[in-house]
Structure formats: structure tokens, C-alpha cells
């Protein structure tokens, strides 16, 4: 119960620290950034608000500018239920990526953000045209 309420409080700290030193988001034209909102229609990403690793993924779709929907694993008992179910475990941060193909969970924190630098960072094919 102490560590869990440890843990809980370093994460809280930890969210606070992000949400005050967030880097600028990226600056796209209004045109690029409406292409960029409509590819992410098939993304979620299923975390818990003081989850660190959670907080370094989300502080990349800050930076991206990727308002990708948040999905909370930890009190919304049909997102964890969904992330069991169809994911195939319980672990957070997880990406689930919808498409035409089918849909793939993406897990690990590190693995998303290469997936969302390289789909929608500046050296993203999209990006380069401009």
C-alpha cells in the first residue's frame, strides 16, 4: 500500500513537472495540420495520467502537435477491459493503431514515439514537402 501510494504521488510530481516545462509544439500550416488530425483518426493511446513512461509519450504528441485521444486504462474500466481483451495485456503506454489492414497494439513507450516521429515528425515524407 506505501509503495503504491508512493509510487502514485512520484507520478502525480512527476505530471506536474511535465505539464510546466512542456516543450512549444510543432508549427505546421493549417492545411498540414488538418491532414495531420485526419491520419490520426485511427489512433488512441491507452495510458495512466502519472505513469512516467506514459508522460514521455504524451510530451512527444505535445511536441508533435498530435491530439491524439487519450484513452484512461487505469479508471475506466471499459478502456482496461478493451486493452486486455483486444491487446492482449494490460501495459501502458499502448498505441492502438486502426486501419484499413486491420489493428495493431503498439506497446512501449519507445517504440511509439519512433512510430510517431517517423509518421508525423519533422523528417516525416509528409513533412519534407514543404
Not at 5 to 24: N, Q
Not at 42 to 56: N, S, T, V
Request: net charge neutral; charged share 25%.
Amino acid at each position: 500500500m506505501l509503495l503504491k501510494l508512493v509510487r502514485e504521488g512520484l507520478g502525480r510530481t512527476i505530471a506536474f513537472i511535465d505539464h510546466i516545462t512542456r516543450p512549444k509544439p510543432m508549427q505546421r500550416t493549417p492545411e498540414a495540420q488538418q491532414e495531420v488530425e485526419q491520419a490520426l483518426h485511427g489512433l488512441a493511446l491507452y495510458q495512466y495520467f502519472a505513469c512516467p513512461f506514459c508522460i514521455k509519450t504524451r510530451r512527444v504528441l505535445h511536441r508533435l502537435n498530435l491530439p491524439v485521444e487519450l484513452r484512461d486504462a487505469q479508471h475506466d474500466p471499459v478502456h482496461r477491459s478493451t486493452l486486455e481483451r483486444e491487446g492482449g495485456r494490460i501495459q501502458v503506454p499502448c498505441l492502438r493503431i486502426d486501419s484499413a489492414e486491420g489493428t495493431q497494439w503498439l506497446f512501449e513507450s519507445d517504440e511509439i514515439i519512433r512510430y510517431l516521429e517517423g509518421r508525423f515528425g519533422a523528417t516525416a515524407p509528409a513533412q519534407q514537402a514543404g
